[in-house]
Every structure is written in structure tokens, then in C-alpha cells.
């Protein structure tokens, strides 16, 4: 069922309406300056997991399969949006390994050739069943991975994903970390009581398998409902923490990145912060999302959702002229892009969707 009420080319915001119809050429540029070049595609809302800040344990309402975007669908409106300056490809759920022509979707979607050449294909995911996949995926044209590891204890992976996975997800590392694909990322959320005294662990986990760790602070995001600013881990708790084991030296050039960078004690290593709540990254956010069920969004924290199953199947579009409607219809979302989230702020309200159904 669809969580929250979806528009073309209209903002549910109190700011004033944009017209799908507004199409322009050139890249896609919001209105505070901020050039797209990111769209993250979620291809399921499934999970083989049940994070407890992501998913409820039961209970999910799932998207009707009969909604699912097609690998068709999916390629249409990625070549549309590299024609307008989108470089980056990120797949994503729900877990995208669960999609079973995942294969296919990564090298429809990596022979595509931009507006400035051909694009990446990037993926987050798991890692379970990474390690079966990850040859054909490379194959097929996938340049980046990032894989979610928040413990490296059995007993807390299978409280904290209600499932026994850990070597599973292990494997999933050992095969990333024994191709080519780098730099190697591994994502990390914070949780008090849960893995915040596990955090040097993790970095030096992440050393020894030559990838880059990355911690996540928890965003009210979960389909429960349960987030508490309250008890939320910070950036500068994490940095705390690792600064007792290591000499942290600020990495200069984040550019767009979501994450602030920490060379450790001099180097090579380094970590790094997504503090999407403390420090968040907005003024330089360059990244539209694609719901597994067709909806763009601008922004994890958006009310609102552009729709573009109408176009793609509900003739909402006419034949020669879809394209240049797909094209109006991104344009309209990044032009609806608000400056910032305001998580902070005691206005804000979490979204109906839950992480595992925007695409993290
Ligand atoms: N299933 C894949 C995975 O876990 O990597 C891809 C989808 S998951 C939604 C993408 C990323 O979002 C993961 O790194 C996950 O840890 C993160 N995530 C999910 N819910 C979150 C939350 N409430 N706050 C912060 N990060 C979250
Ligand atoms: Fe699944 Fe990823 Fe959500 Fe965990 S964070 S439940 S692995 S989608």
C-alpha cells in the first residue's frame, strides 16, 4: 500500500507549486544552486534482514509486487536522467541482491553512456549472497560497493537483523575484499547499548579487510516509528570514542560525499561519519531517489513523491513523447528540493515511508 500521498510534478510543502510541465535542457539543478549527478534506485522493499532501526520484525506492509518497476522501467528513466547529468547509479532497497535479475539491471544500466560519458553503478547492500553474485556483477559493469556490517558479534547480528547471518555477510566482505572493486566501503549505524562499544572494533575490522568504515548516526527512519534523538549515538560521541585509540586528522575535500573524513594516526587508514542529524550534509546534497514502485523523491526525508508509474504505465504519457515527460517529471522533483531536512527542528516529521521502502 502506498504510504503517503503521491503527486506529479506537485509539492505536498506549504512552498509554492512546480509544474511538471517546466522542462528545460541542461543538468538538473535545484533551486539553491545544488547540481544532481546521484540517483539512488531502489529495486525491492524486501530484505532478507529485519535491522531493528530499519524494519519491523512483522507486520511490513510490502509493495505489491505488480508495482515493482520492470528492468525495462528501471533503464528507461536511468537513461533519461544521464541525459540530464546523472553519473552515479547507486542500487538499493529493501536488499537489491534479492532481485533476481540483479545481474541484468547492472548491465543495462552500465552500458548506458551520459550526458558526460558513461555512468557508474554503484550498490548497497548486506552482503548476503554477495559473495555467489559478485563475479557476474563485476562483469556486468559494477564499480562500487558499500556493505552494511554493524557487529561483528554473532549474538548482536542476530538480535539486532533478527537473523543468524553474520557469516553470510562475512563471506559477502571476504569476496568484496578479494576483487577489484575499490575503494571498499563498509557502513556502520551507531546504536547506544547496541554496538557503541564496538566502534574501534569495527574500524580495525574494516583495516584488516582493506575497506573504509563508515558509521551511519540512526535517522528516524525506522518503519516502527521508534527513533529518539534522545539516545541517538553522535559524530561526536563516535569520534570520542575512536580518538581514544587512534589520532583522528581531518581528511580536507569532502565535496558532495555524504561523509566527513578521519585520517588515523597519520594515515593510510581512515574513517569516516555520515551525522545526517548533527552535521547534515544538505547544502552539497546531489542525490534523487527512485522507490522500487516508481516514485522520485528528492530528498530520505521528503512528504513528497513524484510519480512516475503514471507515465510509465498508466498512459499518463504518449508514445514519442515520454522521454521529454520522464525528463519534466525529474526536473519538477529536484526543483521541489527543500534547502535541508531539519531532523533538529521539533516541527519535523518522520516520513510514512520506512528506510527499507525509500532505498537507503
Ligand atoms: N539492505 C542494504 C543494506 O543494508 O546495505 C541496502 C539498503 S539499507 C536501507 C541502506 C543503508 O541504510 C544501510 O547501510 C543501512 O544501515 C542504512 N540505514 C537503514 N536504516 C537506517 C536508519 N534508520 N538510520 C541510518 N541508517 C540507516
Ligand atoms: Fe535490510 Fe538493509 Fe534495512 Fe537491514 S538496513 S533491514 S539489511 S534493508
Redesign the pocket.
Known amino acids: 500500500m502506498r504510504a503517503v500521498p503521491v503527486v506529479i510534478g506537485v509539492r505536498t510543502s506549504s512552498a509554492a507549486p512546480v509544474a511538471a510541465t517546466k522542462a528545460a535542457t541542461g543538468p538538473l539543478v535545484d533551486t539553491h544552486g545544488r547540481v544532481h549527478r546521484d540517483l539512488r534506485i531502489s529495486l525491492t522493499d524486501r530484505?532478507?534482514?529485519?535491522?531493528t532501526y530499519?524494519?519491523p520484525e512483522q507486520g511490513n506492509e510490502w509493495l505489491a509486487r505488480t508495482s515493482i518497476l520492470s528492468t525495462d522501467e528501471i533503464v528507461e528513466v536511468a537513461e533519461v536522467a544521464a541525459s540530464l547529468g546523472i553519473r552515479t547509479f547507486r542500487l538499493t532497497?529493501?536488499?537489491p541482491l534479492l532481485r533476481a535479475d540483479i545481474v541484468e539491471v547492472v548491465r543495462r544500466i552500465a552500458r548506458i553512456e551520459g550526458a558526460e560519458g558513461p555512468v557508474e553503478v554503484a550498490m548497497t547492500t548486506?552482503g548476503i549472497s554477495l559473495a555467489a553474485k559478485l563475479p557476474q556483477l563485476i562483469d556486468a559493469g559494477l564499480t562500487r560497493l558499500n556493505i552494511?556490517i554493524d557487529t561483528i558479534n554473532r549474538q548482536r547480528f542476530a538480535d539486532l537483523?533478527r537473523r543468524d547471518r553474520l557469516d553470510d555477510v562475512f563471506e559477502g566482505i571476504a569476496a568484496a575484499a578479494a576483487s577489484e572493486l575499490r575503494p571498499l566501503k563498509l557502513n556502520a549505524v551507531a546504536m547506544r547499548g547496541v554496538n557503541d562499544d564496538e566502534l574501534v572494533d569495527l574500524v580495525s575490522f574494516a583495516m584488516d579487510v582493506g575497506a573504509e568504515l563508515r558509521f551511519i548516526e540512526q535517522m528516524p527512519l525506522d518503519a516502527g516509528h521508534t527513533w529518539d534523538r534522545a539516545t541517538m549515538v553522535t559524530r561526536e560521541e563516535i569520534l570520542a570514542k575512536l580518538g581514544e585509540r587512534w589520532q583522528l586528522e581531518p581528511v580536507p575535500g569532502r565535496g558532495g560525499a555524504p561523509a566527513e573524513k578521519w585520517r588515523l594516526d597519520g594515515g593510510p587508514h581512515e574513517v569516516g561519519v555520515i551525522a545526517s542529524v548533527t552535521a547534515p550534509f544538505c547544502g552539497a546534497c546531489d542525490r534523487l531517489r527512485l522507490t522500487a514502485d516508481g516514485q522520485l523523491r528528492n530528498c530520505l526525508f521528503s512528504m513528497a513523491e513524484y510519480d512516475l508509474t503514471a507515465l510509465l504505465r498508466g498512459g499518463g504519457s504518449v508514445p514519442g513523447q515520454r522521454a521529454g515527460d520522464i525528463a519534466a517529471l525529474l526536473r519538477s522533483c529536484v526543483l521541489g528540493k527543500l534547502p535541508g531536512h531539519a531532523i533538529d527542528d521539533p516541527s519535523f516529521l518522520q516520513p510514512a515511508r520506512g528506510?527499507?521502502a525509500i532505498g537507503?
Open positions: 530484505c532478507s534482514l529485519r535491522c530499519c524494519m532497497g529493501g536488499e548486506n552494511s537483523t528506510m527499507n537507503g
